[in-house]
């Protein structure tokens, strides 16, 4: 496959937008959500398939609503950090089981990530992007069908963008990306 020169671009997407914002424990919520027989079976699938790139998933810990996090990962785009941010944020939800509307986690990752600590406390403190980030959430629901995450759309040149949803094996990533610049051998 030709190296290709891809521009990756987190979009705002809500599994439960009516999520308060005070945190909860991350498993009861996963148990009210998905069921407890789900997530007995579903914790040590993804605790492996974790391992497996780097991830150590923790269900301990807390969730809540994710605007917050999106704000500032909408925010970072901007300033050419958006995959620093995320990266951080991941480690402090998926490893760490902090909250992702935590404060202090959202903070440190946008730091961790070189950005400047002061804009994001004031992004944060204010209702910046607020809007924005839940109009472009809506638009990407509404436009894709997006029902879970995670949740890709790969666009090469002017041909129709091709979406696809669900973790993937890196193979079946590769495919999708040959099909969208025509690079697929058709044997």
Same mark, same amino acid.
């Given at each position: ?16 937008? @009516? ?8 498993? /009861?919520?996963?148990? #009210? =959500?998905? $069921? ?12 492996? +398939?974790?391992?497996?790139? $780097? ?5 301990? $810990? ?19 950090? #958006?995959?620093? +941010?995320?990266?951080?944020? &991941? =480690?402090?939800? &998926? ?16 730091? =961790?990530?070189?950005? /400047?600590? @002061? ?22 629901? @509404? ?7 995670? &949740?890709?759309?790969? =666009?090469? $040149? ?6 696809? @949803?669900?973790? #993937? ?19």
């Amino acid at each position: 496959m030709p190296e290709l020169d891809v521009d990756v671009r987190w979009l705002p997407f809500f599994l439960n937008a @009516s999520m308060p914002e005070t945190p909860v424990n991350k498993r /009861d919520w996963y148990n #009210q =959500k998905f $069921g407890a027989d789900r997530v007995r079976l579903m914790e040590p699938r993804m605790t492996e +398939v974790g391992k497996k790139v $780097g991830i150590n998933f923790t269900y301990d $810990g807390e969730t809540a609503n994710t605007l917050d996090s999106h704000r500032l990962i909408t925010w970072a785009a901007t300033k050419g950090k #958006q995959n620093e +941010v995320v990266e951080e944020c &991941f =480690k402090g939800y &998926f490893e760490k089981g902090i909250a992702p509307n935590n404060r202090k986690m959202l903070v440190e990752s946008a730091e =961790k990530a070189g950005l /400047d600590k @002061s804009a994001a406390e004031e992004l944060l403190a204010s209702d910046e992007l607020k809007l924005d980030v839940m109009r472009e959430a809506e638009d990407i629901r @509404s436009s894709y069908g997006v029902t879970g995450v995670p &949740f890709f759309v790969v =666009k090469a $040149g002017e041909g129709r963008p091709i979406s696809f @949803s669900g973790a #993937q094996d890196t193979e079946t990533i590769i495919d999708v990306f040959k099909e969208a610049t025509g690079t697929r051998s058709s044997t």
